[in-house]
C-alpha cells in the first residue's frame, strides 16, 4: 500500500464518483476503482455502498476518512520539515464554515486567496451543524464553538453587529417595544445554534448595564435565514447579523427595534488544532484571514 492508494481514496470519498475522482488524480476510472478495492481487500473492510450512479461511505470507510486525514497532515508536516515544501503552500485544506457567514463574506475572498496560493486546494464545508473538528478532519474551523476542547486554538476574527427586527404589521397588532425589558410581553422568535446546541440570548448594554434576555415564544429555528423570514411574516420579534436583513430595513420592509441599544457583537472565531508547527497553508489561510480583518472585510 502507498500514498497514491490512500489519495485515490479519499478522493472517492470526496467527490462520490471514480471517473470525476480519476479526473482530478489524472488516472482512469479503472485505475481508481483498482486501488480502492485492493485497500478494501488489504484491511477486509467495505469501505463503499456502491450502485450504478453514486458511493457512498460505510462507517469504516467514515472511521478510515477521518483517521487517514489527520494520519496525512502528521506526514505532511514531517515532509515540510525535512524539505523546502514548507516555503511554498500546498495541498488540501479543509474548512468548515457556517453557511450564512461563509456565503456572505468568505466565498468572495476565495479568487483572492487562491491567485496568491494556487497550489492549496480549499475544501469548504458551509455548514450550521454541530462539528468536533479534530475528528472530523478539519484544518480550520470558523464560528462559535464551545471551545472546551483542549486541543484547539482561538484566534477572534471580528465582531458582527447584531440587529433586533420585527414587521410593521406585528408592530402594528402588538405595539412596538421602547426598551429591552418590554421583550418579555412578544412573541420572540429564537435561533438554536447547532454548534452548541443552545439557543442564542439577545444581550444588551442599557444604562451602563448588560441585560441577556433568553428569547421565548412558539418558534425556535435553527437556520437565520428562517429567522429573518419568520420576521417578515409577522410571527414575533427577531435578533439577527446587521448584514441579513440591512435592506430590507432600510426598504421599510423591516424595523429595527432599540437602534440606541444595540445587541452586544457577535464575536466570530477561528479555531485550528494546536501542533508544534502548523503546516504552511493552514498559516497562510489564517494569516489572509486576519489581514482582511484589518482592512475591514468583515465590517458592516
Given at each position: 500500500?502507498?500514498?497514491?492508494?490512500?489519495?485515490?481514496?479519499?478522493?472517492?470519498?470526496?467527490?462520490?464518483?471514480?471517473?470525476?475522482?480519476?479526473?482530478?488524480?489524472?488516472?482512469?476510472?479503472?485505475?481508481?476503482?483498482?486501488?480502492?478495492?485492493?485497500?478494501?481487500?488489504?484491511?477486509?473492510?467495505?469501505?463503499?455502498?456502491?450502485?450504478?450512479?453514486?458511493?457512498?461511505?460505510?462507517?469504516?470507510?467514515?472511521?478510515?476518512?477521518?483517521?487517514?486525514?489527520?494520519?496525512?497532515?502528521?506526514?505532511?508536516?514531517?515532509?515540510?520539515r525535512n524539505s523546502n515544501a514548507n516555503l511554498v503552500p500546498t495541498g488540501r485544506l479543509k474548512i468548515n464554515i457556517p453557511e450564512s457567514f461563509g456565503k456572505r463574506y468568505i466565498l468572495p475572498l476565495v479568487p483572492k486567496f487562491l491567485s496568491q496560493y494556487p497550489s492549496v486546494e480549499?475544501?469548504?464545508?458551509?455548514?450550521?451543524?454541530?462539528?468536533?473538528?479534530?475528528?472530523?478532519?478539519?484544518?480550520?474551523?470558523?464560528?462559535?464553538?464551545?471551545?472546551?476542547?483542549?486541543?484547539?486554538i482561538t484566534r477572534e476574527l471580528c465582531k458582527l453587529q447584531l440587529v433586533t427586527i420585527a414587521s410593521p404589521l406585528y408592530l402594528e397588532k402588538h405595539s412596538t417595544p421602547k426598551k429591552p425589558s418590554e421583550l418579555i410581553a412578544h412573541n420572540l422568535i429564537a435561533y438554536r445554534q447547532?454548534?452548541?446546541?443552545?439557543?442564542?440570548?439577545?444581550?444588551?448594554?442599557?444604562?451602563?448595564?448588560?441585560?441577556?434576555?433568553?428569547?421565548?415564544?412558539?418558534?425556535?429555528?435553527?437556520?437565520?435565514?428562517?429567522?429573518?423570514?419568520?420576521?417578515?411574516?409577522?410571527?414575533?420579534?427577531?435578533?439577527?447579523?446587521?448584514?441579513?436583513?440591512?435592506?430590507?430595513?432600510?426598504?421599510?420592509?423591516?424595523?429595527?427595534?432599540?437602534?440606541?441599544?444595540?445587541?452586544?457583537?457577535?464575536?466570530?472565531?477561528?479555531?485550528?488544532?494546536?501542533?508544534?508547527?502548523?503546516?504552511?497553508?493552514?498559516?497562510?489561510?489564517?494569516?489572509?484571514?486576519?489581514?482582511?480583518?484589518?482592512?475591514?472585510?468583515?465590517?458592516?
Amino acid at each position: 500500500m502507498n500514498l497514491n492508494t490512500l489519495h485515490a481514496f479519499l478522493k472517492t470519498a470526496e467527490l462520490g464518483n471514480f471517473s470525476i475522482a480519476s479526473r482530478y488524480l489524472g488516472l482512469t476510472p479503472a485505475a481508481i476503482s483498482k486501488s480502492v478495492g485492493e485497500l478494501e481487500q488489504t484491511l477486509g473492510l467495505r469501505l463503499f455502498h456502491r450502485n450504478t450512479r453514486t458511493l457512498s461511505l460505510t462507517e469504516d470507510g467514515k472511521r478510515l476518512r477521518n483517521d487517514i486525514c489527520v494520519a496525512l497532515d502528521k506526514i505532511e508536516l514531517a515532509l515540510n520539515r525535512n524539505s523546502n515544501a514548507n516555503l511554498v503552500p500546498t495541498g488540501r485544506l479543509k474548512i468548515n464554515i457556517p453557511e450564512s457567514f461563509g456565503k456572505r463574506y468568505i466565498l468572495p475572498l476565495v479568487p483572492k486567496f487562491l491567485s496568491q496560493y494556487p497550489s492549496v486546494e480549499l475544501d469548504i464545508h458551509l455548514q450550521d451543524k454541530k462539528i468536533n473538528p479534530i475528528s472530523e478532519g478539519f484544518d480550520i474551523s470558523i464560528g462559535n464553538l464551545d471551545n472546551s476542547d483542549s486541543g484547539l486554538i482561538t484566534r477572534e476574527l471580528c465582531k458582527l453587529q447584531l440587529v433586533t427586527i420585527a414587521s410593521p404589521l406585528y408592530l402594528e397588532k402588538h405595539s412596538t417595544p421602547k426598551k429591552p425589558s418590554e421583550l418579555i410581553a412578544h412573541n420572540l422568535i429564537a435561533y438554536r445554534q447547532l454548534s452548541s446546541g443552545r439557543v442564542v440570548p439577545w444581550g444588551y448594554k442599557v444604562g451602563g448595564e448588560y441585560v441577556s434576555i433568553t428569547p421565548s415564544g412558539n418558534l425556535t429555528l435553527s437556520n437565520i435565514e428562517s429567522v429573518v423570514s419568520s420576521v417578515i411574516n409577522n410571527l414575533g420579534i427577531g435578533c439577527v447579523g446587521l448584514w441579513h436583513v440591512r435592506d430590507l430595513i432600510n426598504s421599510g420592509a423591516l424595523v429595527e427595534l432599540f437602534v440606541k441599544h444595540r445587541p452586544a457583537p457577535l464575536p466570530v472565531k477561528i479555531y485550528y488544532p494546536s501542533r508544534e508547527q502548523q503546516p504552511k497553508k493552514v498559516r497562510v489561510f489564517i494569516d489572509f484571514l486576519l489581514q482582511m480583518a484589518k482592512n475591514n472585510h468583515f465590517d458592516d
